[in-house]
């Protein structure tokens, strides 16, 4: 687990976005950290237009410009959590796309999930009914930027149970933002 240096929410539950490629557990962790924070949760895939979700269905990865509207839907929802706290999931795998969320929201705050290549492969081939299938994983890995030095975050490795997991970024998240416990 990496922490990158950054002050405090000054006491005030923060709006985490939890990023990563596809099957690191977005899905699943985001609303662990969501209640073991006392914030609510948004999936980010509700976020995508109809267009998008066709598209990585069909097999075809999203460009920059399909990513535009979701990116901004998905920081109108963190810009009305300010102050107030909430968990939100999205890839989040550029930083173009991190600095375009915080533009939206200042102070939010990237909770990236990171694992082994193959383990997410196998996560991705074991679940049933997304559409987004374990042949983009590659195009995912290939645009990836790690959060760098000057962004507010934390990454956690995904290797353990969701449980494991959670613990380890709820921990990560309170020595990062100073936030209470139980916001």
């Keep these: ?23 690191t557990g977005k899905t699943t962790i985001g609303p662990l ?46 810009h009305d959590r300010a102050g107030r706290g909430g968990v939100v999931s999205s890839s989040a795998l550029k930083r173009s796309y991190r600095d375009r969320l915080r533009a939206a929201a200042p102070g939010v705050v990237f909770l990236h999930l990171t694992g082994d290549r193959e383990l997410i ?16 994983l590659d195009s995912q890995f290939a645009a990836l930027q790690p959060l760098q030095e000057d962004e507010t975050g934390v990454a956690v490795d995904v290797t353990g149970t969701p449980e494991e997991i959670t613990a380890r970024a709820v921990a ?12």
């Design 33 to 78: 950290v969501a209640e073991a924070l006392g914030l609510p949760y948004a999936e980010g895939d509700d976020f995508h237009p109809a267009a998008n979700v066709a598209k990585m269905s069909a097999g075809v990865p999203l460009d920059d410009q399909d990513r535009e509207p979701w990116l901004d839907a998905i920081g109108t929802w963190a």
């Design 121 to 136: 492969e196998q996560r991705m081939a074991a679940r049933k009914g997304h559409f987004m299938p374990a042949a983009l």
């Design 172 to 183: 990560a998240l309170h020595r990062l933002t100073g936030a209470p416990a139980g916001c």
């Design 1 to 23: 687990m990496s922490t990158t240096s950054r002050p405090s929410t000054g006491g005030r539950p923060p709006v985490v976005v939890v990023m990563g490629v596809a099957g």
